[in-house]
């Protein structure tokens, strides 16, 4: 995996394939010179981004239309560009960029590695360490961090990482208080989806931070700790962190954090009748029995039964400048995320867009109002993206006329 070159293989006597020697040697040899295209290929795609983007930012008149004076055109047209780049090559915006932002940085602070990484000698996982670690070190240690890690290129990533993080921290001048601000300055909370309807809700804190939260749920936890109580410590401080924070599954400490959870049951669960598993603002899968268990008790949350749906007021003309509560709560369940292919965010946090917008008779309907991020919002308003409803769904055409279609309903 380290060594690229096909010089490393000693050719047998007989180049026969008769001989599983041979076959052997000819089996690794096609493995490396496709890692070889691989990497080279990779390599392109994010230049190929990042030129694109530039191209974007520069000419944003490709991009976008219907400005107002105080829209920044350059911005909006990388939103875009960034949008039907995501669309194209199946992947998400935020990659996109990351990928645009990995070749800008590789490219103009360590041109060694750039070069290698283009001739797919430079492991991708590698490069991306020395794209990240570089973003953080100042102007003048570029060039020998670039001499450096080019040098080390060979490097297993786990061993590539550890010699890169190594090598950085020596030729940062800064003192470690700044390094410590610095670093206190990404501080965040995310959350990651896991299997088995688990996730992880992660926090990158200070160390103080972390000390003292840690210690808190540990000694709550504890004090739970009492004859009787058949959860493990693990568990016990788990259950205390998810009430501390809110967490609405944790217990039935649910009541004033102002979050509205949609729980979706089939309906046959809900009698008993069957199993089906439901599902959490209509995305996360749920057992059974949970399903049950929180549309019968938890006040928070809003039930929507899967089947029969009917009765649901969709035609509301008469007072368009509201989107009443039935239609908000069967828009959530049908479009549970923004309408944007491949966006992720959850409808309670969009904005509801009118296709045909009301100023051009655009009725406030299941069939014109569909839920779209702030950015998708935007970059639909602002830029040369376009979006079609109809009875079968949903169809954007992108600035530079790919259409795809929206996601399916979730059922
Ligand atoms: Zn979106």
């Given at each position: ?116 990484f283009r001739e797919g000698e430079f492991a991708v996982p590698n490069a991306r360490t020395v794209a990240d ?166 006040p928070s949350f809003t039930r929507i039964l899967t089947h029969p749906i009917t009765g649901t007021v969709l ?97």
């Open positions: 995996m380290n060594t690229p070159s096909l010089a490393a293989a000693e050719p047998p006597l007989l180049l026969d394939e008769t001989f599983p020697e041979t076959r052997v040697l000819f089996g690794m040899a096609r493995a490396e010179v496709a890692q070889l295209s691989a990497t080279r290929a990779i390599a392109e795609q994010w230049a190929a981004i990042a030129d694109t983007l530039r191209e974007a930012s520069d000419f944003p008149d490709v991009f976008v239309e219907n400005l107002r004076p105080t829209d920044n055109a350059s911005e909006l047209a990388v939103r875009a560009a960034a949008a039907d780049l995501a669309v194209r090559l199946g992947m998400t915006e935020n990659a996109v960029r990351n990928h645009a932002h990995e070749a800008g940085l590789l490219r103009t602070r360590t041109p060694h590695v750039w070069a290698w670690l570089v973003a953080h070190l100042p102007e003048d240690a570029w060039d020998a961090f670039d001499t450096a890690m080019a040098e080390h290129r060979l490097l297993a990533p786990p061993r590539f990482r550890a010699r890169a993080r190594a090598v950085a921290s020596r030729l940062d001048q800064a003192t470690l208080t700044e390094r410590h601000q610095r670093a206190a300055k990404e501080r965040r909370v995310w959350m990651e989806p896991a299997v088995d309807g688990m996730a992880w809700l992660n926090l990158h804190l200070t160390i103080e931070q972390c000390r003292r939260a840690f210690a808190t749920i540990d000694r709550m936890a504890r004090n739970l700790q009492v004859p009787g109580e058949t959860r493990t410590l693990n568990q016990l401080r788990a259950d205390v962190a998810a009430d501390l924070l809110g967490g609405v599954l944790g217990s039935a400490n649910t009541r004033g954090t102002g979050v509205s959870i949609a729980v979706t049951v089939p309906v046959m669960t809900l009698l008993g009748l069957e199993d089906t598993p439901g599902t959490l603002d209509g995305l996360t899968p749920i057992d059974a029995d949970t399903a049950r268990r929180l549309a019968g008790h938890a035609d509301i003309d008469r007072n368009p400048e509201h989107i009443p509560a039935d239609l908000l709560r069967w828009q959530r369940f049908m479009h549970p995320i923004c309408d944007f292919p491949g966006c992720g965010r959850p409808a309670a946090e969009c904005d509801i867009d009118h296709t045909i917008a009301k100023a051009d008779n655009g009725t406030t309907t299941d069939a014109n109002v569909g839920p779209l991020c702030r950015n998708h919002h935007r970059v639909k308003h602002h830029t040369k993206w376009s979006l079609t409803r109809d009875a079968t769904g949903i169809t954007w055409t992108s600035p530079t006329g790919h259409t795809t279609r929206g996601d399916p309903p979730p059922f």
